[in-house]
T-cell receptor, first 116, second 114 residues
Framework: GAGVSQSPRYKVAKRGQDVALRCDPI?????LFWYQQALGQGPEFLTY????????KSGLPSDRFFAERPEGSVSTLKIQRTQQEDSAVYLC??????????????FGEGSWLTVV | AQSVAQPEDQVNVAEGNPLTVKCTYS??????LFWYVQYPNRGLQFLLK??????LVKGSYGFEAEFNKSQTSFHLKKPSALVSDSALYFC????????????FGSGTRLSIRP
């Protein structure tokens, strides 16, 4: 596609419910990132994939957070037993080539999660 | 470890005046520096980046940024502000020892008054 696509755009979950957020990166992009952005804050890194391999998951805040990219394209971020502190915008991003730190990362519009 | 500081939460400028949004960084290797803009209820849009070469980088919508290695700064500038430039601006850094994450600053809200 032309850009990074995320769904759903908006999700309201009851506390304790599991949620799944989907990301379709730009076609052909090798690298995929997930970030969490709290209201009024900068994005915080969650995890990074190079193709299907999850190379860095140091930013995942707890074992309730899980991300996968089984075929090296679409990725899903899953949050189990959601808590109110999980309310945030979850941003997915992709970039074209691996191993090149100067590559631009392109972001999707985000999935807005509200836990009530 | 890499880090980014945006010392101003908000910058207010009159339309037509020059604007500067400040950013300083800290990395262990060579820095790769980025500016992104975020409009309400939208994702981040790429503005410009510095990788190597000329210290003055030109980007989208008439924005430019100057890389200053001695001051470890990468301030965003525009000669003449527009009301439509009002948005949230994020500086970000990646060092050449990491092919993965980029680290974002806390953001600066730019407000341009007519």
């Amino acid at each position: 596609g032309a850009g990074v696509s995320q769904s759903p755009r908006y999700k309201v979950a009851k506390r304790g419910q599991d949620v799944a957020l989907r990301c379709d990166p730009i076609s052909g992009h090798v690298s995929l990132f997930w970030y969490q952005q709290a209201l009024g804050q900068g994005p915080e890194f969650l995890t990074y994939f190079q193709n299907e391999a999850q190379l860095d998951k140091s930013g995942l805040p707890s074992d309730r957070f899980f991300a996968e990219r089984p075929e090296g394209s679409v990725s899903t971020l899953k949050i189990q037993r959601t808590q109110q502190e999980d309310s945030a915008v979850y941003l997915c991003a992709s970039s074209s080539r691996q191993g090149l730190s100067g590559n631009t990362i392109y972001f999707g519009e985000g999935s807005w999660l509200t836990v009530v | 470890a890499q880090s980014v500081a945006q010392p101003e939460d908000q910058v207010n400028v009159a339309e037509g005046n020059p604007l500067t949004v400040k950013c300083t960084y800290s990395v262990s290797g060579n820095p790769y520096l980025f500016w992104y803009v975020q409009y309400p209820n939208r994702g981040l849009q790429f503005l410009l980046k510095y990788i190597t070469g000329d210290n003055l980088v030109k980007g989208s919508y008439g924005f430019e940024a100057e890389f200053n290695k001695s001051q470890t700064s990468f301030h965003l500038k525009k000669p003449s502000a527009l009301v439509s430039d009002s948005a949230l601006y994020f500086c970000a850094v990646r060092d050449d020892s990491s092919a993965s994450k980029i680290i974002f600053g806390s953001g600066t809200r730019l407000s341009i008054r007519p």
